[in-house]
């Protein structure tokens, strides 16, 4: 019920929002819930300890007011957000010919055919499906496998899981720091997250024939699927939200609603078909489940940018350019 009022909140600001921004919004948006990783830990033990004093209190109650305090978090969201999202959307200033020639270094998803936009929508809505599922199946299992296979604390989990929320801000970081100096194309960075990721799961098997597998190597695959999920999230989400076409089938309303039920319902039944698995399977197992989502996942990943790559191919990106140049 709390994702609800982000449908027209993420509606509004795709609206407001140049489409030439919104990639990099959305991989900030992925930086900002890593950091909410790192932080939250500490921040809520911090709390927990000043409130509680060395009480005990039920983990039922510490939920409720986490619960509580997201809540409240959320409704300070909208409250700002009533306030600073403008009545009017003014249309977006010329933009010099050196900029427009950067720009088309690339076909944007904005500039495909209208049937490849429409299908650019389609695959990321089934990515938001796939991905974020391989996602929260691995915060379930990575600290299940801690503590039940490897005898971890808790405390010693929660701070592994700030080192993988630590490296995967910092691989979408890096990521952010290529596509704004245009190193690389967003296309190659979005390709090349999904297939590290599907690199990295390897290390999830517990390879017997090659020595003990343990913690060091879960984590190590976590950091690098993780990482790869959060870079290839944002870049798919702004796709989508730049595919998306006012007054279609596909419009940003549309994808949006389809877009936040898939992360709903992947967050949903991830964490239960994960533990499930290890409890009956074990770690290989889960490792199957986690290889068949990121083939899944970088096939998808494959054939969106195969769109983008057929648009540059045909001069799309420079054609469209010079086209709304003209018209204006």
Partial sequence: VITLPTITWNTMWNKITPAKDKTFWMIMAQCCRNGGFILGPPVFAAISAMVRQGREVSPVSMMAWSYIGLIAFSLGNLFYGMLVFPTEIHPEPELPAEARNDQALEAAP???EPEDRERVVFL??????????????IEVATIMLLE????????MCGFAFIVIAASSLTLTA????LLQRKIASESTVFITASVAGLCGVFLLFNWQAFGKFGA??????????????SVANGIGEGWGCRAATPG??????????RNIMGVNVSRFLAPITARFILDFGGRNVYAI???????????TVYKT????????AAGLGTRKAEEAHETK
């Fill in 148 to 155: 039940v296979s490897y005898g971890w604390s808790a405390e």
């Fill in 110 to 112: 904005e500039q495909l």
């Fill in 289 to 299: 489940l986690q290889l068949l989502l990121c083939c899944l996942g970088t096939w």
């Fill in 216 to 229: 060091g190597s879960l984590l190590l695959a976590d950091a690098i699927v993780y990482g790869g999920a």
């Fill in 248 to 257: 279609t089938s596909y419009s940003i309303e549309v994808y949006r609603v």
């Fill in 305 to 312: 940018v195969s769109l983008v790559w057929k648009g540059t």
């Fill in 174 to 177: 890096c990521s952010t720091l």
């Fill in 124 to 137: 990321m809505v089934a990515y938001s499906f796939e991905r974020p599922f391989s996602v929260a199946a």
